[in-house]
């Protein structure tokens, strides 16, 4: 190969290069208010964005790619232990973490509400399945249809039950698995332990569940059909 056509394959490889480049950026923006669902930017979110940056949240988790892999990967966080979930973690590290040891920060209750609802508008965000290892927790929609479409199912995943259970082997390992709940436990017993779980369990460590009376009913009867 003469040098002059090794210039010219070199030219052509970075100006192809380059208008690759350009047009996937180009093509990203135009798309960006769209995968972002910039137009649910409530104020809360915002806020929330601001309490993550206040508590340093970056210098354990990762979100959209950007921060440390000590801790697990907050994208979809929301997904994993919905926004009570959320909320249970940051009040009370201790009780969910392990060897990591997340540390007790000093959030108001404001702050915690803001910080829920900026998780639940990142994992609305089209990332093109990133991080991989969330596409088995589906959306509260798409998981209640996987566990039999019902008000009760939706409630298990929004007020966090899968930050310390585990349903059909996804949840956490600090309560029981339920999966078969309502072969060892009866409706009424069930319906107990939501609303008052010292009553069943005195040495448990499960707070009261935060659901109305009706919610208490349609989750225990979710629950109740596990079997």
């Not at 697990?72 to 973490?97: C, H, Q, S």
């Not at 093109?128 to 798409?142: F, T």
């Not at 009376?213 to 596990?226: D, G, N, S, V």
Request: with cysteine; hydrophobic share 40%.
């Amino acid at each position: 190969m003469s040098w002059k056509t090794a210039k010219l394959i070199f030219y052509l490889g970075t100006l192809v290069s380059l208008l690759l480049f350009l047009g996937l950026t180009v093509d990203t923006h135009r798309q960006v208010e769209t995968l972002t669902n910039a137009d649910r930017l409530s104020p809360e979110v915002v806020a929330g964005k601001r309490v993550w940056h206040k508590y340093n949240c970056n210098d354990c988790h990762t979100i959209l790619g950007f921060g440390s892999y000590y801790a697990p990967d907050m994208t979809k966080a929301y997904w994993r232990l919905g926004g009570e979930g959320i909320k249970a973690v940051v009040r009370n590290p201790e009780k969910f973490t392990t060897w990591r040891k997340m540390p007790r920060i000093p959030i108001t209750e404001k702050e915690l509400e803001d910080l829920a609802a900026f998780l639940k508008w990142t994992s609305e965000i089209d990332t093109n399945e990133w991080p991989p290892q969330d596409q088995k927790l589906r959306p509260a929609a798409r998981r209640a249809v996987a566990l039999g479409l019902s008000p009760g199912a939706t409630l298990f995943q929004e007020k966090g039950c899968f930050a310390c259970h585990r349903l059909n082997e996804t949840g956490g390992l600090l309560g029981p698995d339920l999966t078969r709940v309502g072969a060892r436990l009866p409706y009424e017993t069930i319906e107990k332990v939501l609303v008052d779980p010292r009553s069943v369990k005195p040495d448990g460590i499960m707070p009261p569940a935060p659901l109305s009376r009706e919610e208490t009913q349609a989750l225990a009867k979710f629950l109740a059909e596990m079997k």
